[in-house]
């Protein structure tokens, strides 16, 4: 797993600080090849945990997933998986005698099921789409999935005349239930129609399945999100939510009568608006907040005798919260204050619960939780494989913004760091904007795009601001960067860098900015703002011109969220918040990084930041990346793409901000 090509040993061989040797300061591929834990499954009496990691294959250009397991009493993991491709999405059969997973070794994403003792995977499904989604019905005997339609015999037969083409905003292929026999194969169909299916959840007595629908797969169309009841035998839909703004997740109380679902309660400016654990009678009825006092945007992962059970961020931090239904009364279920806690599953009888968990010193690890305590017990030793690694440090620190904000940020220092000495210093801005960086080693919240720990051991510190707009910092904060997309994040972003500078941590005259999407946009305003406080910045997939973004991008309505407007009916908002406006102002060299098929942040947003900056004499490169994949190609997700944009921002920042 320390796989290098020689040339590319050489390349980072250059950049190890002298002091340090080279068997100990992690490179790049070091980085991307960190077998890293992600989802959980509890078993349902608690006694085992499934989970999944993450690995690298680097002769298929590959990130896989396969399927470990670990008895909740400081057992020895094992793989449970090892396919070709990759497996995840374990869950327990309600009797604990059998894992069911999807993997993507005949191609399509297929169900599977597996004897947890270990042995042959056997296969359930072998549809000409894959499955995205299954859940066990409670007595074991059934298995509902989720599977989008196949194309339509007349398309083949237009594709076969005309060639390929799309019709926009038509000519969707939806997402529709499925119910599985385990013992006989028998598939049956339960939802037909002009809409796509989303979250679902079984009725106690496996008679009904609740499930959220939109009016088409579009993620634009995330607003129009309600729910509905089918009946298992015959197929009958009857509507339960249908509020305006998104309701979503849906969970059968225990008893059968209720009905839990995370809502904004109306509000349809949903990009930012607050989310709510809410509950509606199952026969249908009025809807009640159970989280009114809940200044977060809530997960619910499961209801069982015990409770409600979400997870929910807090600033850094991450939890796992249980809700009574009944008191509304809300218990966080944690070890300590300082604590990340991700990928929650819960037994059934709510007494045990299992974490992907990390500190800021801590590699993420896999770990069971006693709900009554908060204890957790620590399952796997993945962190072993940075035990050689410098042992550099995350704090937490908070500034005030220009405006009187408070903001919080991660600074990640080296493991020899010195009070009184100043360093070079890079900014990680995250996505999103709702996103939220966190101290979580060897990770970053602005993607796979920037190798924070090889900067940090050649010298370096790195602050990941959680600019206005993050999420974990309550609706209010969210809100604030309304019609104030950039002018703000700037202030944040550049308060924190004086911060610095006032503590005698940074060298005001060594200082370059970075960041991917809502970060990637940040970073390029910055470029156009206040372009001499850096010596280098590096703008990935990054917006330039919102009235670009607005007619190009997959989700039109983030622009009409935050800016309140369309282009026609403001556009001086838009011209006011577009890095692009500036763009004589622009002096520091920028290297700009995007992927060819970006449906997100499309990729004319770089050609015209890269034409103005060349237009106006600023030394700046674009890199254009093929094979981003996944449905919107926004970001590297193949070793490969991730080594290469590592790489180049490793590049442009050695010959613009060169380490001490």
């Known amino acids: 797993m320390r796989f290098l090509f020689n040339s590319l040993a050489l390349l980072c061989a250059v950049y190890l600080p002298a002091a340090a040797s080279a068997a100990s300061v992690p490179s790049v591929d070091q980085l991307i090849e960190l077998q890293r834990p992600q989802s959980t499954a509890i078993s349902p009496d608690g006694g085992q945990v499934a989970y999944v990691v993450r690995t690298t294959n680097w002769s298929e250009n590959a990130f896989e997933t396969q399927i470990w397991i670990v008895a909740a009493q400081q057992g020895t993991a094992r793989q449970l998986t090892n396919s070709v491709k990759s497996s995840s999405a374990p869950a327990w ?48 005997s059934q298995i509902a999935f989720a599977m989008r339609d196949p194309a339509a015999a007349d398309l083949k037969q237009r594709t076969d005349a005309l060639g390929e083409f799309d019709v926009i905003d038509a000519e969707h292929r939806m997402t529709h239930l499925y119910v599985l026999d385990v013992q006989t194969r028998k598939v049956k169909r339960l939802t037909n129609g002009a809409f796509t299916v989303g979250g679902f959840d079984w009725s106690p007595d496996a008679a009904e399945l609740v499930f959220e629908h939109r009016i088409d797969p579009d993620v634009a169309s995330g607003g129009s999100a309600d729910i509905s009841v089918v009946s298992v035998k015959d197929a009958t839909v009857r509507a339960l939510v249908t509020q305006a703004g998104p309701d979503n997740a849906p969970r059968w109380s225990p008893d059968g009568k209720s009905i839990a679902f995370v809502s904004t309660m109306g509000n349809v400016d949903y990009m930012m608006a607050p989310r709510f654990v809410a509950a509606i009678p199952a026969a249908g009825g009025k809807v009640e907040n159970l989280s009114a006092g809940f200044d977060e ?283 692009i406006t500036y763009i004589r102002k622009a002096k520091t060299a920028t290297l700009i990084q995007h992927g060819a098929t970006d449906q997100r942040v499309p990729l004319p947003n770089a050609f015209e930041l890269y034409q103005g900056l060349q237009d106006n004499g600023v030394p700046t490169k674009l890199i254009v990346y093929k094979g981003f994949e996944g449905e919107v190609g926004h970001g590297p997700t193949k070793p490969k793409s991730v080594r290469a944009v590592m790489q180049h921002n490793l590049e442009w920042f050695e010959k613009y901000l060169p380490a001490p």
Request: glycine share 10%; net charge negative; no cysteine.
């Open 297 to 579: 945007i809530p997960t619910l992962i499961d209801w069982n005798p015990a409770g409600l059970f979400f997870s929910a961020s807090q600033r850094v931090w991450s939890y796992l919260f249980k809700l009574d239904p009944a008191t509304r009364q809300i218990a966080r279920v944690a070890p300590k204050d300082a604590w990340i806690g991700l990928g929650f599953s819960v037994s059934e009888d709510g007494k045990s619960a299992a974490a992907v968990a990390s500190e800021p010193t801590v590699f993420s690890e896999v770990v069971q939780l006693d709900v009554a305590t908060g204890a957790a017990n620590e399952l796997t030793s993945l962190g072993s494989q940075v035990a050689d690694w410098p042992a550099n440090t995350r704090e937490v620190l908070q500034w005030r913004s220009k405006d009187g904000t408070n903001i919080e940020g991660v600074l990640h220092k080296p493991a020899d760091f010195k009070a009184g000495h100043r360093y070079p210093l890079l900014v990680v801005i995250h996505g999103g904007p709702v996103g939220t960086s966190r101290p979580v080693p060897f990770q970053s919240a602005a993607g796979q795009a920037y190798p924070v720990d090889v900067w940090v051991s050649r010298g370096f510190v790195v602050l990941e601001p959680n600019y206005r707009g993050s999420a974990a910092y309550g609706a209010k904060f969210r809100a604030l960067n309304i019609r104030n997309l950039g002018i703000g994040d700037s202030w944040d972003v550049l308060s924190g860098v004086d911060h610095l500078i006032r503590e005698g941590v940074a060298d005001a005259e060594h200082v370059g900015v970075m960041g991917w999407s809502q970060g990637g946009y940040i970073s390029a305003f910055l470029a156009t703002h206040d372009s001499q406080r850096f010596k280098a910045i590096s703008v990935g997939a990054g917006i330039s011109d919102w009235m670009t973004y607005y007619v190009n991008t997959d989700i039109h309505p983030f622009t009409r969220q935050y800016l309140k407007a369309t282009p026609w009916e403001d556009p001086k908002i838009y011209a006011a918040t577009s890095p």
């Open 93 to 140: 059969s309600k009797d604990g005698k059998r894992l069911a997973f999807l993997s993507d070794r005949t191609g399509k994403r297929q169900l599977y099921t597996i004897d947890p003792a270990g042995g042959e995977a056997a296969p359930l499904t072998s549809g000409e789409e894959g499955v995205s989604a299954f859940e066990w019905s409670p007595d074991g």
